[in-house]
């Protein structure tokens, strides 16, 4: 099985290495999406030897940025990574087995049994449960953790979605997709699709250095707006 390693970075210069050099050996690409950073992050992400491409994104958001990822990906599983070092490169095989099990989206929960968070805020958390519980009510499931970024899922899966035409020059007209939201709009379609979905347990670290780019209100309005869109669109 061919692995793609999709990590979008916006001004990420101080943890993009650290980050790189985390990942397995055995995988196919590493791919870095460059949200037009103004400090070094591209040219970091391109020195680093385990670093297959680095891409500058067309459109602004992480959405943007990790359909962009997808549509240069070539592997047969593809894994999502946050670049500021909060999603843990060591959790990947947990994330495979689930996927040679039969799963075809895998996404990581920092709510069950071994998982856990060294940076939710408890605001952030309240936000998180209202969108997951919003979304199981409207596509009948059982999530623990929508709002969280470290999701592998399979190739078939992936062209099935649709989700790689955000970063072109269309994606200015859309309303959802483009930004943080990106996580919710993967799960809530792979849903309404009928395919299996499975969630591992993982601990989030803390950021290592840095701000981070997500605005957690009107964030959370895009992620709601796109769960309450997925369920209305035929």
């Known amino acids: ?4 390693i999709i990590i ?9 290495y650290r980050l790189i ?5 055995n995988v196919f690409e ?9 400090d070094n992050t591209y040219n970091i992400a391109k020195s680093h030897p385990k670093c297959t491409k680095v891409v500058r994104q067309t459109a602004k958001g992480k959405g943007a940025a990790l359909s ?9 599983l593809i894994i999502t990574l946050d670049a500021d070092g909060s999603t843990d490169p060591k959790e990947i095989p947990n994330f495979i087995n689930e996927i040679n099990g039969g799963a075809n989206l895998v996404k990581g929960s920092r709510k069950i049994r071994n998982g856990g968070s060294e940076d939710l805020t408890l605001f952030r958390d309240l936000g ?3 969108l ?27 062209d099935e979605l649709k989700i790689n035409k955000f970063d072109d020059e269309y994606s200015s007209k859309l309303k959802y997709g483009q930004g943080f939201e990106i996580e919710s709009l993967i799960c809530c379609r792979t849903a309404k699709l ?28 895009r992620a709601l707006f796109s769960i309450i869109k997925e369920r209305i669109n035929n």
Not at 1 to 4: E, H, T, V
Not at 68 to 76: K, L, N, P, Q, T
Not at 132 to 158: C, H, I, P, Q
């Open 1 to 4: 099985m061919k692995i793609s």
């Open 30 to 38: 590493v791919i870095v999406i460059d949200g037009n950073s103004v």
């Open 68 to 76: 962009r990822g997808f549509a240069e990906s070539s592997g047969d």
């Open 194 to 221: 009928g395919h299996q979905i499975k969630e591992v347990a993982s601990f989030e670290r803390s950021r290592w250095s840095g701000s981070s780019n997500l605005k957690s209100i009107p964030d959370g309005f």
């Open 8 to 16: 979008p970075a916006k001004n990420e210069e101080a943890n993009i």
């Open 128 to 130: 998180n449960l209202f």
């Open 132 to 158: 997951t519980s919003v979304a199981n009510t409207l596509f009948k499931t059982k999530w623990t953790d929508l709002a969280y970024g470290y999701l592998a899922m399979s190739r078939e899966l992936l």
């Open 21 to 25: 050099s985390e990942i397995p050996l």
